[in-house]
Every structure is written in C-alpha cells, then in structure tokens.
C-alpha cells in the first residue's frame, strides 16, 4: 500500500458479491444437494453468471441480475450434467440468498470514518434481502443497483451513479472516492472511470494485463480500514 493518490479519499464505495458477500458459503450446500460436484457447480454458476452480464452489457440487453442468476445456474447444471427435480432451481436460489458476510464485513462498515455506499451488478429486488439477511444495513440512497443503469460492470454507468452519490459528500474528484471490490475486473473497470480503487486479493491471483492496476492491493477485509484511516489523513 504504497501508492497515494492525489487527493485524500472523501467517501467510498464497495462491491457486494465475492467483496462483503461471501458467495462460497453455498458451496456447502451444493455439495450436499450435488456429491462430488458442489464446487465445480459454484465455480461454474459464478463464471457465467458474470459471463452472461458482460453479454447483455455488451449487446444493450439488460435483464434483472436475480434473473441472470436463476439462467446461470440452469446453464451450469446442464453444462454438468446434473439432473434435478423441477422445484430444486428454486431451493438453491433460496439458497444463494441466504449467502452470509465476510467475518470482518460487519465491523469494518460500522467502524469507517467515511460515508460509504454499495455498488453492485445486483438488481434492488435480489441484492436487498441478501443484504437485510446478512445483516448490512445501508441506506436507499447508498445502495447503487444494476436496475439503476440498466446495465452491469465494467460499464461506466455504475460508477458514474456511485459518482453522483459521492458527491453528496463534498467529492469533487472521482480520486475522492476509494472504490473496494474483490473481483479484479471490477477494480480495474473502477481504475479506468478514475476513482482511487482498491483491489481484495484474497486468493493470491496474478495480476491481470489491461494496462492499468488497481490503486492498491490487499489481502482482507481488515487491512481496507487501515488504508481508509491513512487516505483520510
């Protein structure tokens, strides 16, 4: 952590799934309902999950994320050969919102010395109960969804709505606002819009080669308030 920006950071922003929302915390489940295929199924389910966003971003088709979801799954599925009962989409949906939080989530966002909202490709109807559910409290006006834009990162559209929103908060530079994401892509399409960005590497993964980096990398939760109290000095 040893880049500074220009400006000293005036609020932030921070992506839900895979950052604040643990979405392998299903992964149990799915190896229950699925032997020897639970992990394979959720590696599967998040890669076109992601995949099928970046289409529709793509070909200007945008459907809700909870919808993209349920089409990602049944992809995945068939993609294994895993045959199940008609109500069993259903269940496991029931299943994905029930995700639960990083263990440092909760702390983290009740201790930052800075305004703070969630951006997330999540539409409002599917990311609101996963976040009541996983005991993140945030207010209409920070919680930044997908339907918002009709469109999904790394579209600048996202970011420009979490713009609008920081603004409230005497941000008069997109550097004033430190964006948190643990998915590489989102940090980077966060480091192209110009917020100061910061990237939770949790699993050691290499950088990516797209001409830019993220502003910082850390490994966890934790170390995100320490970056936040020294930004702010």
């Given at each position: 952590?040893?880049?500074l920006p220009l400006s000293?950071i005036q609020a932030m922003?921070?992506?839900?799934?895979?950052?604040?929302?643990?979405?392998?915390?299903?992964?149990?489940?799915?190896?229950?309902?699925?032997?020897?295929?639970?992990?394979?199924?959720?590696?599967?389910?998040?890669?076109?999950?992601?995949?099928?966003?970046?289409?529709?971003?793509?070909?200007?088709?945008?459907?809700?994320?909870?919808?993209?979801?349920?089409?990602?799954?049944?992809?995945?599925?068939?993609?294994?050969?895993?045959?199940?009962?008609?109500?069993?989409?259903?269940?496991?949906?029931?299943?994905?919102?029930?995700?639960?939080?990083?263990?440092?989530?909760?702390?983290?966002?009740?201790?930052?010395?800075?305004?703070?909202?969630?951006?997330?490709?999540?539409?409002?109807?599917?990311?609101?109960?996963?976040?009541?559910?996983?005991?993140?409290?945030?207010?209409?006006?920070?919680?930044?969804?997908?339907?918002?834009?009709?469109?999904?990162?790394?579209?600048?559209?996202?970011?420009?709505?979490?713009?609008?929103?920081?603004?409230?908060?005497?941000?008069?530079?997109?550097?004033?606002?430190?964006?948190?994401?643990?998915?590489?892509?989102?940090?980077?399409?966060?480091?192209?819009?110009?917020?100061?960005?910061?990237?939770?590497?949790?699993?050691?993964?290499?950088?990516?080669?797209?001409?830019?980096?993220?502003?910082?990398?850390?490994?966890?939760?934790?170390?995100?308030?320490?970056?936040?109290?020294?930004?702010m000095c």
């Open positions: 952590m040893d880049r000293k922003c921070f992506d839900a799934f895979g950052t604040l929302i643990d979405i392998s915390s299903i992964d149990t489940f799915l190896e229950q309902r699925f032997p020897g295929n639970g992990s394979n199924l959720s590696l599967a389910w998040r890669t076109k999950q992601i995949d099928y966003s970046r289409l529709r971003s793509l070909g200007n088709r945008y459907k809700p994320f909870g919808e993209i979801t349920q089409d990602a799954l049944r992809a995945s599925l068939a993609s294994l050969n895993l045959e199940i009962e008609p109500g069993s989409i259903r269940e496991i949906m029931d299943q994905y919102k029930k995700s639960r939080v990083y263990p440092d989530t909760l702390a983290l966002l009740e201790d930052l010395p800075t305004p703070w909202a969630i951006v997330t490709n999540g539409d409002r109807d599917f990311i609101s109960p996963i976040l009541r559910g996983a005991g993140i409290e945030v207010s209409n006006e920070a919680l930044i969804t997908s339907d918002q834009a009709h469109d999904f990162k790394v579209s600048p559209r996202l970011y420009e709505l979490a713009f609008s929103w920081a603004q409230n908060y005497q941000v008069e530079a997109e550097r004033e606002v430190l964006f948190v994401s643990a998915n590489q892509w989102d940090a980077i399409g966060a480091t192209w819009f110009g917020f100061t960005t910061c990237w939770i590497n949790r699993n050691s993964h290499a950088p990516e080669e797209l001409d830019v980096a993220p502003t910082y990398e850390v490994t966890h939760l934790a170390q995100v308030m320490e970056l936040a109290k020294e930004l």
